[in-house]
């Protein structure tokens, strides 16, 4: 858990990962800058990769509040027996043009609303779900994304995998997935680490792949990478 990294590139709202990684809120605020690298599609449907490089940035306030290039802005609270419950929102900048079908509609930015419950259902083990509105075309679509992760302590860091699955509403499978009815809108997988170089520097990395199922019912395949190299600051 706890897992920064950077997601403020342009791209599409995308239905799968967009589970909450992180921490119940630190005992002293904590600021982080550095830099990363990601491969990333540019919508849930599309088969175009987008590659960049982009800073690095997340400030985790003791009262709950945050400000990330991965989370977005929100705040978060914790619970007795070690889960964590909030809201976030995060901006999205639309669909790419490359990824736009003759019939698909048009996607512009907008912001992603999202409440989030994290909870801890062994010292290893999580159960993550979320909900988050605002995405298609009149921005009445939402998924709601459901998953459990696990973790590996490592002599300077730790090694995470989890699996979720994504449920959405009618208007968001019409507008990304081209077929208008609720029902199911994937599955991923991922892959996650974190690598303490020393006491202030470490790097970061997450590999995640889904499948999700467009109108033809044909699953497509879909993968996110991301590399962050980040520093503690004062």
Known sequence: MG?????????????????????????ADRLSAGAGWMSLPRSPEGSHQRYGLMPALGYFRQDGWFLS????????????GEHVVGARAWPQWGRARQDEGTNAP???????????????????????????????????GWQAESGISTGLPTTSGWIGLGVAVTYANAAFRRDYLG??????????????????LDSLWRVEGQLLQARTWPA???????????????????
Do not use: C, Y
């Open 106 to 140: 048009r996607i512009g930015p907008r912001l992603q609303a999202q409440v989030f419950a994290n909870l801890q259902l062994h010292p290893a083990l999580w159960w993550q779900s979320a909900v988050s509105q605002g995405a298609g075309a009149q921005r009445h």
């Open 179 to 196: 077929k208008a009815q609720d029902g199911w809108a994937d599955w991923s997988w991922r892959l996650g680490l974190s690598h303490r």
């Open 69 to 80: 290039t991965q989370h977005g802005a929100g705040w978060q609270t914790p619970l007795p």
């Open 3 to 27: 897992l920064l990294l950077v997601l403020w590139l342009p791209a599409s709202s995308h239905a799968w990962g967009t589970l909450a990684d992180m921490d119940a809120p630190p005992s």
């Open 216 to 234: 033809d019912d044909r699953p497509h395949q879909s993968r996110r990478l991301t590399l962050t190299l980040l520093r503690e600051l004062p």
